[in-house]
C-alpha cells in the first residue's frame, strides 16, 4: 500500500466520503463522542492516506500553519478497528511528520491521553496539563 497525499482540492468526492465515514466509524460511533467534525480545517490541510482499493484502512491531516513562525498541526489519526495491529498509524504518522516539518519548524497535536505513549516513541513531548476536548482526556504534545 502506498501512502496517498493530496490536498482537499485534488481528493476524488469518493475519498472525501471514505475520509468522513472513516472518521465518523473511529471517533464517533468508536468512542460515543458527538463533535463537529467538519471543523473548516479540511480545506487547508494537506490528507494521508493509506487505502485497500477504494476502502480507507489509515488517515491522517496535516493542517498548514496559520501564519508565519505558528506551527503545523496533525490531526484526526486513525486506522480503522479491522486494521489495527500492522503498524499503519505509526508509518502514516512517520510521513506526516515528515509533511508537517516542510510547512513549519513546530508541529503540535492534541494526542488523546491513552495515546501518549504512541506519539512519544514518534518524538513528541507533553506540554500542557490533562484537558478535554468532547469529554475525552487528551494533552497537547509538541515536537
Known amino acids: 500500500m502506498e501512502i496517498q497525499i493530496k490536498t482537499y482540492a485534488e481528493l ?21 463522542c458527538v463533535y463537529q467534525d467538519l471543523d473548516g480545517k479540511d480545506e487547508h490541510s ?3 492516506f493509506l487505502a485497500d482499493g477504494s476502502e480507507i484502512l489509515s488517515y491522517l491531516r496535516v493542517i498548514a500553519p496559520p501564519s508565519a ?3 503545523a498541526s496533525i490531526g484526526r ?11 499503519l498509524s505509526r ?4 510521513r506526516g511528520i515528515e509533511v508537517a516539518k516542510t510547512l513549519a519548524d513546530t508541529i ?12 512519544r516513541s514518534l518524538g513528541f513531548a507533553v506540554c500542557s496539563d490533562e ?11 509538541k515536537m
Open 108 to 119: 503540535e497535536i492534541d494526542a488523546q491521553a491513552y495515546l501518549v505513549d504512541f506519539y
Open 131 to 141: 484537558y478535554l476536548i468532547d469529554r475525552l482526556p487528551h494533552f497537547r504534545m
Open 12 to 32: 476524488t468526492t469518493v475519498e472525501l466520503y471514505e475520509i468522513l465515514r472513516c472518521r465518523a466509524e473511529v471517533f464517533v460511533v468508536g468512542q460515543n
Open 91 to 94: 508509518r502514516l504518522m512517520q
Open 69 to 71: 513562525g505558528a506551527p
Open 77 to 87: 489519526v486513525l486506522t480503522v478497528e479491522r486494521a489495527r495491529r500492522r503498524g
Open 46 to 48: 494537506l490528507h494521508l
